[in-house]
């Protein structure tokens, strides 16, 4: 018989690892970040340690992002940080206690990638591994009724994907997934403070003026923030003031490409679910519902009630316990996912 520390859920996101332990909830919320070391790769940090190393590391200290887009980019890497959240979510030690794990995996990756993601978790100490669409994990952990017979819609959007979902009857009826997210608007604001101003920024700062500033939708007030970084021509430190409407315009191709794959998920969606939309309305989860607005502009868009989740950032991960938690619902889907080998 598994001990509770033995079953676990693991939200493998672009930018931040949630762990959940059955019985316990979530322990481990971690950026996807893993610092390395010299030729051979040696992992010296992971989680928030390595982040704080984006940008000031020196030459032989590597500190990167080991998954792009929702998918792993170097395997080895992120078998290592698994491992890593993995003993620390569990506290076990060695190998002769492997947990069982659900892993979310975005609904539009590869069979060569969920295969990579499995293959990784397995190697990171796992015993069986299952894996569950992102969205169907974000609506459970959101709490919506997806086993009943009604539509149930979904956009999770993370920090290298979108994913956009209707379900009924504990199955995803239509989705669209794309390789855009949270980290794509950070990569925007990058660009457009280069451009503008000839100033270069890190990830860490670009992701707090999408925080402090970023909107999808106009605010009351409009805001503004002095950004620091180096000026390209002179290399030297510089300052300037950033306002909330360069900004939006600056992400403003990213947000209408995940409005865009909204509205054509409502448009493939079965009448009798789109109905039940309607009256329901459209739930917003991932990181990427917390920036400003979106919830509005997707509301004004489509003309359906749109709100984020409660805790968005949790969604994934809270979902995967609640499919550990329901031993019919974990062999139901495990069966259905057969079909992707």
């Given at each position: 018989?598994?001990?509770?520390?033995?079953?676990?859920?693991?939200?493998?996101?672009?930018?931040?690892?949630?762990?959940?332990?059955?019985?316990?909830?979530?322990?481990?919320?971690?950026?996807?970040?893993?610092?390395?070391?010299?030729?051979?790769?040696?992992?010296?940090?992971?989680?928030?340690?390595?982040?704080?190393?984006?940008?000031?590391?020196?030459?032989?200290?590597?500190?990167?992002?080991?998954?792009?887009?929702?998918?792993?980019?170097?395997?080895?890497?992120?078998?290592?940080?698994?491992?890593?959240?993995?003993?620390?979510?569990?506290?076990?030690?060695?190998?002769?206690?492997?947990?069982?794990?659900?892993?979310?995996?975005?609904?539009?990756?590869?069979?060569?990638?969920?295969?990579?993601?499995?293959?990784?978790?397995?190697?990171?100490?796992?015993?069986?591994?299952?894996?569950?669409?992102?969205?169907?994990?974000?609506?459970?952990?959101a709490g919506l009724p997806i086993s009943a017979?009604?539509?149930?819609?979904?956009?999770?959007?993370?920090?290298?994907?979108?994913?956009?979902?209707?379900?009924?009857l504990d199955g995803i009826v239509v989705s669209?997934?794309?390789?855009?997210?949270?980290?794509?608007?950070?990569?925007?604001?990058?660009?457009?403070?280069?451009?503008?101003?000839?100033?270069?920024?890190?990830?860490?700062?670009?992701?707090?003026?999408?925080?402090?500033?970023?909107?999808?939708?106009?605010?009351?007030?409009?805001?503004?923030?002095?950004?620091?970084?180096?000026?390209?021509?002179?290399?030297?430190?510089?300052?300037?003031?950033?306002?909330?409407?360069?900004?939006?315009?600056?992400?403003?191709?990213?947000?209408?490409?995940?409005?865009?794959?909204?509205?054509?998920?409502?448009?493939?969606?079965?009448?009798?679910?789109?109905?039940?939309?309607?009256?329901?309305?459209?739930?917003?989860?991932?990181?990427?519902?917390?920036?400003h607005g979106i919830d509005r502009l997707l509301?004004?868009?489509?003309?359906?009630?749109?709100?984020?989740?409660?805790?968005?950032?949790?969604?994934?991960?809270?979902?995967?316990?609640?499919?550990?938690?329901?031993?019919?619902?974990?062999?139901?889907?495990?069966?259905?996912?057969?079909?992707?080998?």
């Amino acid at each position: 018989m598994l001990r509770l520390a033995d079953k676990i859920g693991i939200d493998l996101g672009t930018a931040t690892i949630v762990v959940y332990a059955q019985g316990r909830g979530i322990v481990v919320r971690e950026p996807s970040v893993v610092a390395t070391d010299g030729p051979d790769g040696r992992v010296l940090s992971v989680g928030e340690e390595a982040q704080a190393m984006l940008g000031r590391t020196p030459g032989s200290i590597v500190a990167k992002r080991p998954l792009r887009d929702g998918v792993i980019a170097d395997y080895s890497v992120t078998r290592e940080m698994l491992a890593y959240l993995m003993r620390k979510a569990t506290g076990l030690r060695g190998k002769i206690f492997r947990p069982m794990a659900v892993i979310c995996i975005p609904s539009a990756a590869t069979s060569v990638e969920r295969r990579a993601a499995l293959d990784a978790t397995r190697s990171a100490g796992a015993g069986k591994v299952i894996p569950i669409e992102e969205p169907m994990a974000a609506a459970i952990g959101a709490g919506l009724p997806i086993s009943a017979p009604g539509g149930n819609m979904v956009v999770d959007i993370g920090g290298g994907t979108t994913d956009v979902a209707v379900i009924s009857l504990d199955g995803i009826v239509v989705s669209d997934s794309l390789r855009l997210g949270g980290n794509h608007l950070d990569e925007s604001i990058i660009r457009h403070i280069k451009r503008v101003y000839n100033l270069d920024i890190g990830e860490r700062t670009a992701e707090n003026i999408k925080i402090q500033i970023g909107s999808a939708f106009e605010f009351e007030e409009e805001r503004e923030i002095e950004v620091r970084g180096r000026d390209v021509i002179t290399g030297l430190p510089k300052t300037v003031a950033v306002s909330s409407v360069e900004i939006r315009s600056a992400i403003s191709e990213c947000v209408s490409a995940i409005l865009d794959a909204v509205k054509s998920i409502l448009e493939r969606t079965p009448p009798e679910l789109s109905s039940d939309i309607i009256e329901r309305g459209i739930v917003l989860t991932g990181g990427g519902a917390l920036l400003h607005g979106i919830d509005r502009l997707l509301e004004l868009e489509t003309g359906i009630p749109v709100r984020v989740a409660d805790d968005p950032i949790s969604c994934v991960a809270m979902g995967t316990g609640k499919v550990l938690e329901e031993a019919d619902f974990l062999v139901r889907h495990a069966k259905s996912m057969e079909s992707y080998w």
